[in-house]
């Protein structure tokens, strides 16, 4: 079993949608939890961390952590075609040194 | 700032020859990690140096591979000789704390 599982998608949605990106991991040991994004041939960029269970909300992103199921969220709020890139989610291993990405999820918003 | 600064962007090459990737991190940085990132494995950690020392080189895949930091301000991944799997989006990425990583835009090889 993977430490980190993703749905790699894609995912298509309309402009304008409510959209929502999810992780489950393995390690109930994990303290904090982390979404990037990646645009098409460009490094991925930290969008949102988070290091406790609940809702952590940074405009039109939230995340969200719910560590009893050890699954985690990304909802995006009226999408824009901007937002089309593929979210990672993160978070550190099993040693300090290493942070373990998942697959990722392709996401194109559709105007 | 001008973030991780990677070159080449593309490099095309024969099986058996070697590659040299570099990289530039962010000024101040004091971690440096290098990632591969592929469709069938996503993006796996090769090596990690703090303060210009390997830390873990656990992910580095043979001993084709080789890194080094010979100062805070530069870094190379060297494979010798390279081979058609070894083609992939190479990243270097640093920081000053683990949680936010910097990413460069990554060096695609292909070996043919």
């Known amino acids: 079993q993977k430490e980190v599982e993703q749905d790699p998608g894609p995912l298509s949605v309309p402009e304008g949608a409510i959209v929502s990106l999810n992780c489950t991991y393995s390690?109930?040991?994990?303290?904090?939890f982390m979404w990037y994004r990646q645009y098409s041939r460009k490094g991925p960029e930290l969008l949102m961390y988070?290091?406790?269970?609940g809702n952590k909300e940074d405009g039109r992103f939230t995340a969200q952590v719910d560590k009893s199921s050890k699954y985690i969220s990304l909802f995006i709020r009226d999408s824009q075609p901007s937002d089309s890139a593929t979210y990672l989610c993160?978070?550190?291993?099993?040693?300090?040194?290493?942070?373990?990405f998942g697959s990722g999820t392709r996401l194109s918003i559709r105007p | 700032d001008a973030g991780v600064i990677q070159s080449p962007r593309h490099e095309v090459t024969e099986m058996g020859q070697e590659v040299t990737l570099r990289c530039k991190p962010i000024?101040?940085?004091?971690?440096l990690f290098w990632y591969r990132q592929t469709m069938m494995r996503g993006l796996e950690l090769l090596i990690y140096?703090?303060?210009?020392?390997?830390?873990?080189d656990s992910g580095m895949p043979e001993d084709r591979f080789s890194a080094k930091m010979p100062n805070a301000s530069f870094s190379t991944l060297k494979i010798q000789p390279s081979e058609p799997r070894d083609s992939a989006v190479y990243f270097c990425?640093?920081?000053?704390?683990?949680?936010?990583?910097?990413f460069g835009n990554g060096t695609r090889l292909t070996v043919t």
């Open positions: 140096f703090n303060n210009n020392v390997p830390i873990d």
């Open positions: 000024s101040g940085h004091n971690s």
């Open positions: 988070t290091y406790s269970s």
């Open positions: 993160a978070m550190p291993g099993s040693s300090a040194s290493k942070i373990i």
């Open positions: 990425a640093s920081s000053l704390e683990r949680v936010s990583l910097h």
């Open positions: 390690n109930s040991a994990f303290q904090y």
